[in-house]
């Protein structure tokens, strides 16, 4: 089994920046580097939504309302996927997972970010 875990949310006002990290561990034949890794959040009341993604050769995509805010990027050696979110809005406000794309693993605890106004 693989297990994930995110890190790095927190309280930060509107037009901050947090960096979340996702950490896989467990079982060796994951294949983690050649996996298509998301980012997504789920606000309350709201359903899990997919953010970002990132292929195994590092091409990346984003969701409109995060497209030039938001950089996904990944170290294999390490087993985590980043995200780096700049100029954020409270409409951002949620917990944040990652995952695999797909055939998804067991889902990680999720880090809360919450941007005030």
């Known amino acids: 089994q693989v297990q994930l875990v995110e890190s790095g949310g927190g309280l930060v006002q509107a037009g901050g920046s947090l960096r979340l990290s996702c950490k896989a561990s467990?079982?060796?034949?994951?294949?983690?580097?050649?996996?298509?890794m998301d980012w997504y959040r789920q606000a309350p009341g709201k359903q899990r939504e997919l953010v970002a993604s990132?292929?195994?050769?590092?091409?990346?995509e984003y969701v409109d309302s995060v497209k030039g805010r938001f950089t996904i990027s990944r170290d294999n050696a390490k087993r985590t996927v980043y995200l780096q979110m700049n100029s954020l809005k409270p409409e951002d406000t949620a917990v944040y997972y990652c995952?695999?794309?797909?055939?998804?693993?067991?889902w990680g605890p999720g880090t809360q970010v919450t941007v005030s106004s």
């Open positions: 995952n695999r794309h797909g055939s998804v693993w067991s």
């Open positions: 467990g079982s060796i034949f994951s294949d983690f580097s050649g996996s298509v």
């Open positions: 990132i292929t195994s050769d590092r091409s990346t």
